[in-house]
């Protein structure tokens, strides 16, 4: 079994802004990894709500956590409340829809953000699963839609070369440092990708050193 | 990591260290982190717990901007002030600051998730009592975090703590569980007795739903923090005088998934049953969010 709660910073955490760890602070981090993979803030963005998502985002504050995440603030960060605001003064457009039925990804806390700046697009489905931790189950980018098992760290390196000599480069240092679970890639005309579920959270400084060495690749 | 409550009592009888020490050389192995920042880490959340207990307390209290919670932190420090508790000025502390932690919660403050922001009030209740009562030091205080915490994590990887998963016994049954188990080490019990504890303070409150009304975190769970905070002193005491628990801790957990598992999705954290699905719950959400919603 894989756990899904790996520190205990988890359980006894996050210090947060009120008032639902899974429907505010877990909003928050789905934000943040829309952030992270899109590598920035997008101009637009689509948030779908199903579930429990769907049924009480208004009284949780789910709106204004998603925006903060997409923002990339913090938890705890007291700008979280009024993170709508400050996205529209951005410029930044944010749209939220409930929709019916099950969750695609199989979770009551689900959302899915659709983000967009031009021409570039990504599509990031996140869960909540309780007490801030989130789960990232399904991507889609560059056209590929990518399957991670969802527990976070996932990493996703975007291969334009097309050679997988980056793919062993990356999976020996991997190894090495932080283990994974499962590895997955895809291969499109434009690219490939490769996904690792990494077992633990990355030892400090690791996320750095990563980007360092392979200049495409995407930390959650 | 350690995946059941049996391995970390058998570790604790092994190797004669309390659980919490046993949580932070797990932490620091898994984390890569000196032990120095854990406990720094651990202790910044403490003081995140402290102040949002006076806050709760302070003046005339917190109010939600719906104006369904607030202020009743303060009415029960003052009701405690006055000497005639039934149930006694300790359990009575425990549920101001478990009240506290949670108006503050409701009112968007800052607080610290143990393990759910719902349930963010039941540990600080039991904690905060008992550094009073037993005059802890800042050290039994940061050390109480790491077992509810470290024991946390098995409930959390074995069942759920969120309330659209697992219901309310997931998240205030959980924390209670933790607080119980974490309170019989800061009294001085065995690691064995922290388990009895942790099964006892679940096992009382199985089946419990989360029914928010408006899917607000406000009522039931303000006031359900309370109890998570008088049920964990209950059972804490109870395994500290020799009581067990006929079902292995390890076994209450796995019960408590299945149970979660098995409630209907209106019970759930949706709004839509229990008390939220009553009259005047239903018309509090018409009044809040309009007759469409």
Redesign the interface.
Same mark, same amino acid.
């Given at each position: 079994?894989e756990?899904?709660?790996?520190?205990?910073?988890?359980?006894?955490?996050?210090?947060?802004?009120?008032?639902?760890?899974?429907h505010?602070?877990g909003a928050v981090a789905i934000g943040r990894e829309g952030n992270r993979l899109f590598g920035g803030v997008p101009k637009k963005v689509t948030v779908h709500y199903y579930?429990?998502f769907a049924?009480?985002?208004?009284?949780?504050?789910t709106d204004y956590a998603i925006a903060a995440g997409i923002l990339g603030f913090t938890t705890?960060d007291?700008r979280v409340?009024r993170a709508p605001e400050i996205a529209r003064q951005r410029g930044i457009d944010i749209r939220f829809v409930e929709e019916e039925g099950p969750s695609p990804i199989g979770?009551?806390?689900t959302a899915i953000l659709d983000m967009s700046d031009g021409e570039k697009k990504a599509q990031l489905s996140g869960c909540?699963?309780?007490?801030?931790?989130i789960e990232v189950r399904d991507i889609v980018l560059h056209g590929i839609n990518i399957k991670p098992a969802g527990s976070l760290p996932i990493v996703i390196l975007v291969d334009f070369e097309r050679k997988l000599n980056h793919e062993r480069s990356l999976s020996d240092f991997l190894k090495l440092k932080a283990p994974f679970e499962e590895k997955r890639i895809y291969k499109s005309h434009a690219c490939y990708i490769y996904e690792y579920d990494i077992q633990?959270?990355f030892?400090?400084d690791l996320t750095g050193e990563l980007r360092k060495k392979y200049p495409h690749i995407i930390c959650l | 990591?350690y995946?059941h409550i049996k391995e970390i009592v058998a570790d604790s009888e092994k190797t004669g260290k309390p659980i919490s020490e046993l949580?932070i050389e797990?932490?620091c192995q =898994?984390?890569?982190?000196p032990r120095e920042k854990v406990w720094n880490? =651990?202790k910044?959340?403490l003081e995140?717990m402290r102040d949002a207990v006076k806050k709760g307390h302070s003046g005339n209290g917190v109010f939600s901007s719906t104006g369904l919670t607030g202020g009743e932190a303060v009415r029960i420090k003052k009701y405690i002030e006055k000497g005639h508790t039934l149930s006694g000025d300790t359990i009575m502390t425990a549920v101001q600051n478990a009240v506290a932690t949670n108006e503050?919660?409701?009112?968007?403050?800052?607080?610290?998730?143990?393990?759910?922001?719902?349930s963010?009030g039941t540990?600080p209740g039991v904690l905060f009592l008992l550094e009073k009562r037993l005059n802890l030091t800042e050290e039994q205080m940061i050390r109480f975090?790491?077992t509810?915490?470290?024991l946390? =994590?098995v409930i959390?990887?074995n069942a759920?703590?969120?309330?659209?998963?697992?219901g309310c016994q997931?998240?205030v049954g959980s924390a209670s569980a933790?607080g119980a188990a974490a309170a019989v080490e800061a009294a001085g019990g065995t690691a064995e007795q922290s388990a009895q504890a942790l099964s006892i303070a679940m096992s009382n409150l199985l089946g419990l739903v989360c029914d928010?009304i408006?899917?607000?975190?406000?009522v039931p769970c303000v006031k359900r923090n309370a109890i998570g905070a008088g049920n964990a002193l209950i059972a804490a005491d109870m395994a500290l005088a020799g009581c067990t628990s006929v079902i292995p801790a390890d076994e209450c957990i796995d019960a408590m998934k299945k149970v979660g598992h098995q409630m209907p999705?209106s019970l759930?954290?949706?709004?839509?049953g229990g008390l939220a699905g009553t009259p005047t719950g239903q018309a509090i959400k018409a009044k809040?969010?309009g007759e469409d919603?």
């Open positions: 079994m756990n899904r709660y790996k520190s205990v910073f988890d359980i006894i955490g996050p210090v947060m802004v009120g008032p639902s760890s899974s505010t602070a579930g429990s049924q009480t985002h208004r009284g949780h504050g705890d007291l409340p979770h009551p806390n909540s699963i309780g007490g801030g931790a633990n959270y030892k400090p | 990591m995946n949580i797990q932490e =898994m984390s890569g982190l880490k =651990m910044y959340n995140t503050v919660n409701a009112a968007m403050g800052v607080i610290c998730a143990t393990p759910t922001a719902g963010s540990l975090l790491f509810a915490g470290g946390g =994590m959390a990887n759920e703590i969120a309330g659209a998963t697992g997931a998240e933790m928010p408006a899917g607000l975190v406000e999705a759930r954290e949706t709004g839509i809040i969010f919603a």
